[in-house]
Structure formats: C-alpha cells, structure tokens
C-alpha cells in the first residue's frame, strides 16, 4: 500500500474524460484553439479534488493487453501514437514519474480480486495519458500510473476491474478513464453529429438519471443504445468509463464537460463522486 488510507472524508472522485485527438495541447494556432472548452475542463479538475492525489492511475483506451498490465517504471518514457502530425510533435515530453509503489499496490488489488495480472517497466505515456494530463498538471509533479484494457473488452469485466480498483480512492490515489464518447475516424465531421448526439443523449441519461446498478446493467449492454455502433465501431475508447464505474461504486455522476466539438461531433466527460461547488467547466457543461 502506498499510504495509509485516507479519512473517507478525502476520498477521492473518478473521472471519465473524453481526451480529444493526437498532442492536441501541444499544438499551435488554430488547431490548437478547438480545444479551449475540453482544456478549461481538465485544468477545472484539481480544484474539485478533495486533495492533492498522491498519485494518479490512468486507464487509457490506448493501451490493450491479454491480461491486465501496469506500467511499473519509475521514469517512464514517451509513446508517439499518432500519425501525420508536425515532427516537433514526436519529440515533446511529459516528465512525470512512474510510481512502483502504486503500481505494486493495483497489481495487489487485483490479484486479490482474482485477476491475472503483470507489471511493464518499459510501458510510457500514450497520448490517451499525456494529453489530458498536460493540462491538468502542467508541472508534470504528480506521479502516473498505467493500466492498459484487456483485449476482449468485455464491459462486465472492466466494471468488475474497476470495482476491485476503489480503494486506492481512500488512499490518495485519482483514478482517470482516458478514452472518447464518441471515437469513430471514419465518421468524423457534420455526418457524425447525428450518431454522436443519439449516444452521447442515451450516455447522458444513463451516468446521470439512473440508479447505481441500474447504469453497470445500462453499460453491459451498451451495444443497444441509439447509434452505438457508429459511435464506437471498436469500443476501446469507450471501455475505459466501464472501470470508472465499477471504482465509482454508487457515487453519483456530474457531467463536467460537453461540446459539440468542431461543431459536429457530441463529445462529453463526467466525475463519480466529490460533490461539490460546480466549477466553470461544469456550469458549461450543465448550460449545454
């Protein structure tokens, strides 16, 4: 364990956050400037934790393993997936460090929960990790963590991930989902404004409106929501939320981000836990 557990008082909120595209806060002149509303998000985030996290686990929808593996390298290295940027872009670093000890400590969690599990000390940040967390903590001091999905994706599963996950949430430890409420290349422009509006109003009800094991039994069977599948023609960006949840046991839902991004494309992220005074970034979202 990496600290003594916190007083249920400080027990720290989880997040899923839609994590927009490529080294996006990296980026200059316009391109850069679509994301204004998602980067006040993010850098909303620290304030509405009950305290500094000690550390931060990220569940990356960028990061795919037969069996559950976490990065476990103290100085952790750069991973450049994506493709068709500037050069500048694949040489930007975010230098935080790693944190064995946390990394020990999940992979202690699981396997008490019956998972199989391995550490990685050669696994470094994808931009599912980096690009939301460079406006979150730009001083790149707080230590990160990485827990990759499993490849079958199964929803059931990762809820029940998540589950075995929360108590790091009593132990100073902020638990992110990074992936997209909507992740469909192939359809990313104004013919994806119809798909993405239909999911993200059926993701919407779900997080916010329903009971606790009502939206774990919403999540299992998010095949059947309107347009699911061409919101998520692969679910590995969505996958991450299903871990938020399980770790969000029946803490209730804020949506504290909510666009329609390039004018088109419905795009949102939302807090378990923690409330709050809302922030600027969650009045927005709730005006939306």
């Known amino acids: 364990m990496i600290t003594d557990a916190a007083p249920p008082t400080t027990r720290m909120p989880v997040y899923f956050l839609s994590h927009g595209g490529g080294p996006w806060p990296y980026m200059q002149g316009k391109m850069r400037e679509r994301f204004a509303l998602l980067e006040q998000s993010l850098r909303d985030i620290p304030a509405q934790l009950p305290a500094p996290p000690k550390a931060v ?3 990356s929808g960028h990061w795919e393993e037969p069996v559950l593996t976490v990065s476990s390298s103290p100085r952790p290295g750069m991973i450049y ?15 935080a460090p790693g944190s ?31 690009s939301m967390l460079a406006p979150m903590y730009p001083q790149a001091d707080v230590p990160v963590v990485q827990l990759s999905l499993m490849t079958d994706l199964d929803p059931a599963r990762h809820i029940a991930v998540g589950q075995a996950l929360a108590p790091l949430r009593d132990e100073g430890v902020l638990i992110l989902g990074s992936g997209l409420s909507y992740h469909n290349l192939r359809n990313w422009g104004p013919g994806a404004a119809a798909p993405s509006a239909a999911f993200d109003g059926w993701l919407r009800r779900v997080l916010l409106d329903a009971s606790p094991q009502a939206r774990r039994d919403a999540l299992t069977q998010w095949q059947r929501a309107p347009s699911a599948r061409e919101a998520h023609p692969r679910e590995d960006h969505l996958i991450p939320l299903m871990v938020v949840v399980g770790a969000a046991g029946d803490d209730p839902a804020t949506r504290i981000y909510s666009e329609a991004f390039m004018g088109a494309i419905a795009a949102s992220s939302y807090r378990f836990g923690a409330d ?4 600027r970034s969650d009045l927005l979202a709730a005006a939306a």
């Open 57 to 59: 686990l990220v569940v």
């Open 81 to 95: 997936d994506y493709y068709g940027f500037p050069d500048y872009l694949y040489h930007i670093s975010y230098p």
């Open 100 to 130: 064995p000890a946390l990394a020990e400590r999940v992979q202690q969690l699981l396997r008490d929960g019956g998972w199989p599990v391995r550490g990685d000390p050669e696994r470094g940040f994808d931009h599912g990790t980096f």
């Open 276 to 279: 709050r005074t809302p922030s």
